[in-house]
């Protein structure tokens, strides 16, 4: 199994461009999670999903969009990037029900200048 | 006041030495998880924990739901475990993916 994958590992923008963090698991994760990373600030959620179709809001969604049309792909989409975007993004996933372990990708660090 | 404090924010230890990492917590918890991330690096599970203790080579794992207070202990510590550990909780009737996360903690272990 690859685990949770994440693309690209790095990006950098320039303000008001718009795209998309992919990321994808094969452990038929129910669960999947974005998370933010910032110094000094600890990882802060952005946007989760509890199944294909169900989306919902973390503490700092502004300026993201999410889908899950299915149960492999969370892909996190930034609207219209700002400076303050610029982070470590990491995507989670777990099984859901009782098993609570959340397996990390990699990461991408994006620079929005 | 943050929901998960950890502490110390930064040990830094000699090699062989034994070390602890604190957590607490404010909130009702269903489990509470310990994560290593190494400098440039992603993140790995260490623990999951809802009760008692658990044990992974020199890494020991422990959680008093009472006092909501955990710790992280690390045996014969090695320059290979200088990473930040981080301990993070699911808040009790939260979604499974909406995790709280403390700071951090930043090992350093000396050769």
């Known amino acids: 199994n690859a685990g949770v994958t994440q693309t690209p590992k790095f990006q950098v923008l320039k303000t008001g461009q718009s795209m998309t963090l992919q990321c994808a698991q094969d452990?038929?994760?129910?669960?999947m999670s974005w998370y933010r990373q910032d110094p000094g600030m600890g990882l802060r959620l952005i946007h989760y999903?509890?199944?294909?179709?169900?989306?919902d809001q973390g503490e700092v969604p502004n300026g993201y969009n999410v889908s899950r049309s299915t149960t492999e792909d969370f892909p996190l989409r930034l609207l219209s990037a700002a400076p303050s975007q610029t982070s470590v993004y990491f995507c989670?996933?777990?099984?859901?029900?009782?098993?609570?372990?959340?397996?990390f990708g990699p990461g991408t660090r994006l620079t929005v200048t | 006041k943050n929901e998960v404090e950890q502490s110390p924010q930064n040990l830094t230890a000699q090699e062989g030495e034994f070390i602890t990492i604190n957590c607490s917590y404010s909130?009702?918890?269903?489990?509470l998880h310990w994560l290593q991330q190494h400098p440039g690096g992603g993140i790995v599970s260490l623990f999951m924990?809802?009760?008692g203790k658990k044990k992974h080579g020199r890494l020991i794992a422990t959680i008093n739901i009472q006092e909501k207070h955990s710790s992280l202990h690390i045996t014969a510590s090695h320059p290979r475990d200088s990473a930040v550990y981080i301990c993070?909780?699911?808040?009790?009737?939260?979604?499974?993916?909406?995790?709280?996360f403390g700071k951090g903690t930043k090992l350093s272990v000396k050769p």
């Open positions: 989670a996933s777990s099984y859901g029900g009782d098993n609570y372990e959340q397996y």
């Open positions: 452990m038929n994760h129910e669960y």
């Open positions: 999903s509890v199944g294909a179709g169900i989306t």
């Open positions: 909130v009702g918890i269903s489990a």
């Open positions: 924990l809802s009760s």
């Open positions: 993070a909780v699911y808040n009790y009737g939260g979604s499974q993916g909406n995790l709280i």
